[in-house]
């Protein structure tokens, strides 16, 4: 079935220029071009469309009205932005909106990869009901503890962007938010920023500030409704599985820069868990037992999210198959097997099991990579840290 | 009562009143003297100081002795250096006196100093008495204020303008490529009839060729592209046209100020302004520019641009808190035109008017309405300055609740508006 692409722009030069350069798609796309938001919302009644690109400041209904909308009323429609507006206060207007935000000029050919890049995380999901899940997330929340701190941080005048970047850095829903702000187009960073680091100091303390106090870019997170499962467990899952994958990466001799990638990909690894419990909290009467939902699907909503959100393939990869690591296209040892042991490794820790046979581990993974005895290195790795961080 | 005991009595009275004398005295001159301001009596007949507080020694470096000397204004304010300022003095009446002046100090630094007082005739002197106080500091914040206005302003513009360009930019590229991978179609289907005529005249297979001709036609979309590709490239040319002119009133309206007045045309500052704050109004007014017939008009025109973009942006601002998201616009009318002696411009808008209470203070530096981070509310004290100050012209309005205010620029035509012009133009 063809791919049914809605854009809309009140400029009509751009939608007969982009009709004209995508031209040589009509055969997988079905595209239509509408110059306003009233007419968007009309197509998609009549027929839904898989993706959405909106401009953002149009006369009468403007990009963000129109994006909520559809947000709301179709959420596995893929809300893609493309504004040539770099005023940050609109933007961040639209940032819990739009999944992924292109700056004009765009060359057709990179909206043209976004848009196939959208379609092809779909084949992650093994059902359409999870598309809808991912769709209606606008920003993650953060276990509560994590947000007290960092506010505690942003309204400490001593505090250093250092400081800020570590409390970021541990939580997953404040990273994820963080890095789909910066790398957004209209922050204006023509490279991808790839580490909380850079990230923060990026913004600068006054920008975080004015992002967490004003705009709720991170926001506390409330009971999940699922049973067994909180934010503040899963923000200590994080912060030791990050640590743990950094040392493994570091053990194995990789470059600093590929240690801080695997602590991003291990920090993120549950992201879909975040997913899941925003759901649950919305909608309690869910029927289907969560729980197994949640160990089951959080792997691939994690990644779809994080792949609409424009977060690298690799990241995505590693989060798409950190219970699976054979699957991912990378070869080797890669960041999909780090984020694995490291998850694995302190999993065991947490349940005392680390004297168990079943470590957990995809069968056959390590041995398939002739790595079976690096296990225990690794696990004297990851250890160490906890005596560190438990004298710390 | 013996005269005795009424003579101490007398004596103790004396002495009483004369230490309340002296405690207010001293009461005075810690008043006089603990301030910035420093208290003077001038003898303008004799250019010297009969009194100068204390603060003068601190702050221009020259002994009260010197202060005192005949000659001391020559001294602090050479003649020769500054002619007009002297004549001021020279020529002041009795009664209020107000003045700036330029003040040397005694290394020879300038100052600037704010001199306010009362004029009299004292035993055949004139005599001047009040206070000077040195503005300099309070001077060079205020141009470090200005200029961050400006750079706001001109912040705020680039981000619109990189806006207004973006839009042809994205277009013109799309067009663009269109056009390329059109040529590579159109290069297939030529070569497959170019291949058919060769069939024709070695007759060869000719229906095969055919087919292939007519299979090539099909697979480049012939018809789209013979359809579109024009119109790609009037879109593209129209596109360019647009940069070319944002481009050309960016340069305009960026006109670098010389130190003397330069005779201007003003409609074509307004419609240079217009394009550059564009993106300031397009979605919530319409304009509608009433240019009259202007003779040059000497001015500083960078500022006077920053004068017009200001009101520009007020006018649609103003505009924008009626029509909110309703997605109607509002009506933004330029008017220029000549009114004796002077050239009106005015910028008319359809918003909510200025609000009674506020109309006296709308030129008031610091004095805004806006939210935090939306304006300074240096713009209307600044557009003023210039106009008045700088251009000896006024600058008012006119405003109507739920009407719309306007705003009249009159700048003084001169009598040097013609013949620089002619030079000008035959140059």
């Given at each position: 079935?063809?791919?049914?692409i809605?854009?809309?722009?009140?400029?009509?030069?751009i939608?007969?220029?982009m009709g004209r350069?995508?031209?040589g798609?009509?055969n997988?796309?079905?595209?239509?071009?509408?110059s306003?938001g009233?007419?968007a919302?009309?197509?998609?009644s009549?027929?839904?469309?898989d993706?959405i690109?909106?401009?953002?400041r149009m006369?009468?209904m403007?990009?963000?009205?129109l994006?909520?909308?559809?947000?709301k009323?179709?959420?596995q429609t893929v809300?893609?932005?493309?504004s040539?507006?770099?005023?940050p206060?609109?933007?961040?207007?639209?940032v819990?909106t739009?999944?992924?935000y292109?700056?004009?000029?765009?060359e057709s050919?990179s909206l043209?990869?976004?848009?196939v890049q959208?379609?092809m995380?779909r084949?992650l999901?093994s059902s359409?009901?999870?598309?809808?899940?991912v769709?209606?997330?606008g920003?993650?929340?953060?276990?509560p503890?994590?947000?007290?701190?960092?506010l505690a941080c942003?309204?400490?005048p001593?505090?250093s962007?250092?400081?800020a970047?570590?409390?970021?850095?541990r939580?997953?829903?404040?990273?994820a938010?963080?890095?789909k702000l910066v790398?957004s187009?209209f922050f204006?960073?023509r490279?991808p920023i790839?580490t909380?680091?850079r990230a923060?100091?990026?913004l600068g303390?006054?920008t975080l500030?004015?992002l967490?106090l004003g705009?709720?870019v991170?926001?506390?997170g409330v009971a999940?409704g699922i049973?067994?499962?909180s934010?503040?467990q899963?923000w200590?899952?994080?912060?030791q599985t990050a640590?743990a994958a950094?040392a493994i990466a570091?053990s194995e001799?990789?470059?600093g820069?590929?240690?801080?990638?695997?602590?991003?990909?291990a920090?993120?690894h549950?992201v879909?868990?975040v997913?899941?419990?925003?759901?649950?909290?919305a909608?309690p009467?869910?029927t289907l037992?969560v729980?197994?939902q949640?160990?089951?699907h959080?792997?691939e909503v994690?990644a779809?999210?994080?792949?609409l959100?424009?977060f690298?393939?690799?990241?995505?990869e590693a989060v798409a198959f950190?219970h699976?690591?054979?699957?991912?296209?990378?070869?080797?040892?890669?960041?999909?097997?780090?984020?694995?042991?490291?998850?694995?490794?302190?999993h065991?820790?947490?349940?005392?099991r680390?004297?168990?046979?079943d470590?957990g581990l995809?069968?056959g993974?390590?041995?398939?990579?002739?790595l079976?005895?690096?296990?225990p290195?690794?696990?004297?790795?990851v250890?160490s840290?906890?005596?560190?961080?438990a004298?710390? | 009562m013996?005269a005795?005991?009424e003579?101490?009595?007398?004596?103790?009275l004396v002495?009483?009143?004369t230490?309340?004398?002296?405690q207010s005295?001293?009461?005075?001159?810690l008043?006089?003297e603990?301030?910035?301001?420093?208290?003077?009596?001038l003898?303008?007949?004799?250019?010297?100081?009969?009194?100068?507080?204390?603060?003068?020694?601190?702050?221009f470096g020259?002994p009260e002795?010197q202060w005192?000397?005949?000659?001391?204004?020559?001294?602090i304010?050479?003649?020769?250096?500054?002619?007009?300022?002297?004549?001021?003095f020279d020529?002041?009446?009795c009664?209020?006196?107000?003045?700036l002046?330029?003040?040397v100090?005694?290394?020879g630094?300038r100052a600037?100093?704010?001199?306010t007082?009362t004029?009299e005739?004292v035993?055949?002197?004139k005599?001047?008495r009040g206070?000077m106080?040195d503005?300099?500091e309070v001077?060079?914040?205020?141009?470090?204020?200005a200029?961050?206005?400006k750079?706001?302003s001109?912040?705020?513009?680039?981000?619109g303008?990189a806006?207004?360009?973006?839009?042809?930019v994205?277009f013109?590229t799309?067009?663009?490529?269109?056009?390329r991978?059109?040529?590579?179609?159109?290069?297939a289907v030529?070569?497959?009839?170019r291949?058919?005529?060769?069939?024709?005249?070695?007759q060869?297979d000719?229906?095969?060729a055919a087919q292939?001709a007519?299979?090539a036609?099909?697979s480049?979309?012939?018809?789209?592209i013979?359809?579109?590709?024009p119109l790609?490239?009037?879109s593209s040319?129209e596109?360019?046209?647009?940069?070319?002119t944002?481009v050309?009133?960016m340069k305009?309206?960026?006109?670098?100020?010389?130190?003397?007045?330069?005779?201007?045309?003003l409609?074509?500052a307004i419609?240079?302004?217009?394009?550059v704050a564009?993106?300031e109004?397009k979605y919530?007014?319409?304009i509608?520019?009433?240019?009259?017939?202007?003779p040059l008009?000497?001015?500083?025109?960078?500022?006077i641009n920053q004068v017009?973009?200001?009101?520009?942006?007020?006018a649609?601002?103003a505009?924008?808190?009626?029509?909110?998201?309703?997605?109607?616009l509002?009506?933004?009318?330029?008017r220029?035109?000549?009114?004796?002696e002077?050239?009106e411009?005015?910028?008319s808008?359809t918003g909510m008017?200025?609000?009674?209470a506020?109309?006296?203070?709308?030129f008031?530096p610091f004095?805004?309405t806006k939210?935090v981070?939306?304006?300074?509310?240096?713009g209307?004290?600044?557009?003023?300055?210039v106009i008045?100050?700088k251009h000896g012209g006024?600058l008012?309005?006119?405003?109507e609740?739920?009407k719309?205010t306007?705003?009249f620029?009159?700048?003084?035509?001169?009598?040097m508006?013609?013949?620089?012009?002619?030079?000008?133009i035959?140059?």
């Amino acid at each position: 079935m063809n791919t049914r692409i809605v854009f809309v722009d009140d400029e009509l030069n751009i939608l007969q220029a982009m009709g004209r350069s995508f031209h040589g798609m009509r055969n997988e796309w079905n595209m239509e071009f509408l110059s306003s938001g009233a007419a968007a919302l009309d197509s998609l009644s009549k027929a839904p469309a898989d993706v959405i690109v909106s401009d953002m400041r149009m006369p009468g209904m403007d990009g963000w009205q129109l994006l909520a909308e559809v947000k709301k009323r179709y959420p596995q429609t893929v809300r893609l932005v493309l504004s040539g507006h770099a005023d940050p206060s609109s933007v961040m207007r639209a940032v819990g909106t739009a999944q992924l935000y292109l700056a004009k000029p765009c060359e057709s050919g990179s909206l043209k990869a976004a848009i196939v890049q959208t379609q092809m995380l779909r084949q992650l999901l093994s059902s359409d009901r999870l598309a809808l899940l991912v769709g209606e997330v606008g920003m993650l929340p953060s276990a509560p503890t994590a947000f007290q701190e960092i506010l505690a941080c942003l309204q400490n005048p001593a505090a250093s962007l250092t400081d800020a970047a570590q409390i970021i850095g541990r939580d997953v829903a404040m990273t994820a938010n963080i890095m789909k702000l910066v790398n957004s187009a209209f922050f204006g960073s023509r490279r991808p920023i790839t580490t909380i680091d850079r990230a923060v100091a990026y913004l600068g303390m006054d920008t975080l500030g004015a992002l967490v106090l004003g705009h709720g870019v991170f926001q506390s997170g409330v009971a999940t409704g699922i049973d067994g499962f909180s934010l503040e467990q899963l923000w200590q899952h994080t912060e030791q599985t990050a640590a743990a994958a950094r040392a493994i990466a570091l053990s194995e001799n990789l470059s600093g820069a590929r240690a801080d990638e695997a602590f991003l990909a291990a920090v993120l690894h549950d992201v879909g868990k975040v997913v899941f419990a925003t759901k649950a909290a919305a909608l309690p009467n869910e029927t289907l037992d969560v729980v197994a939902q949640m160990e089951a699907h959080h792997a691939e909503v994690g990644a779809y999210l994080l792949g609409l959100w424009g977060f690298p393939n690799s990241i995505v990869e590693a989060v798409a198959f950190h219970h699976t690591p054979n699957r991912a296209s990378e070869k080797g040892f890669g960041l999909s097997g780090i984020v694995h042991v490291a998850d694995r490794l302190v999993h065991l820790r947490s349940e005392h099991r680390s004297t168990s046979i079943d470590t957990g581990l995809q069968p056959g993974y390590l041995e398939g990579l002739g790595l079976e005895h690096c296990l225990p290195k690794w696990s004297a790795a990851v250890e160490s840290l906890d005596d560190r961080m438990a004298a710390a | 009562m013996s005269a005795a005991t009424e003579c101490v009595r007398l004596e103790h009275l004396v002495l009483e009143r004369t230490r309340a004398l002296e405690q207010s005295r001293e009461m005075y001159r810690l008043m006089a003297e603990s301030t910035k301001a420093i208290p003077f009596i001038l003898d303008i007949t004799h250019g010297r100081f009969s009194h100068i507080g204390p603060q003068a020694v601190a702050s221009f470096g020259f002994p009260e002795f010197q202060w005192k000397e005949s000659g001391a204004l020559d001294v602090i304010i050479p003649r020769q250096s500054n002619p007009e300022v002297r004549e001021r003095f020279d020529e002041c009446e009795c009664g209020p006196f107000e003045c700036l002046t330029p003040l040397v100090h005694i290394d020879g630094r300038r100052a600037e100093v704010r001199w306010t007082g009362t004029c009299e005739w004292v035993e055949g002197a004139k005599m001047l008495r009040g206070l000077m106080l040195d503005i300099t500091e309070v001077r060079r914040r205020g141009l470090e204020v200005a200029a961050s206005q400006k750079l706001e302003s001109v912040g705020r513009l680039a981000a619109g303008v990189a806006h207004e360009i973006n839009t042809p930019v994205q277009f013109v590229t799309d067009n663009v490529h269109f056009v390329r991978t059109s040529m590579t179609d159109i290069a297939a289907v030529v070569l497959a009839y170019r291949a058919l005529q060769h069939a024709v005249q070695s007759q060869g297979d000719v229906i095969g060729a055919a087919q292939r001709a007519a299979e090539a036609e099909m697979s480049a979309d012939l018809d789209y592209i013979l359809e579109n590709a024009p119109l790609a490239i009037e879109s593209s040319i129209e596109g360019l046209g647009r940069i070319a002119t944002i481009v050309r009133s960016m340069k305009e309206f960026a006109h670098p100020d010389q130190a003397v007045k330069q005779p201007a045309d003003l409609n074509q500052a307004i419609r240079s302004t217009l394009v550059v704050a564009h993106n300031e109004y397009k979605y919530v007014a319409q304009i509608d520019a009433q240019l009259g017939d202007l003779p040059l008009v000497p001015c500083h025109l960078g500022e006077i641009n920053q004068v017009i973009l200001n009101l520009l942006v007020n006018a649609s601002h103003a505009i924008a808190d009626v029509v909110k998201d309703t997605g109607n616009l509002g009506k933004l009318t330029v008017r220029s035109g000549v009114d004796g002696e002077h050239v009106e411009i005015s910028i008319s808008d359809t918003g909510m008017g200025i609000p009674e209470a506020v109309r006296a203070k709308i030129f008031d530096p610091f004095f805004t309405t806006k939210e935090v981070g939306k304006g300074t509310g240096q713009g209307l004290a600044i557009a003023r300055s210039v106009i008045v100050n700088k251009h000896g012209g006024t600058l008012r309005f006119e405003t109507e609740c739920n009407k719309g205010t306007t705003f009249f620029i009159r700048l003084p035509i001169g009598e040097m508006g013609a013949a620089p012009v002619i030079d000008k133009i035959a140059a």
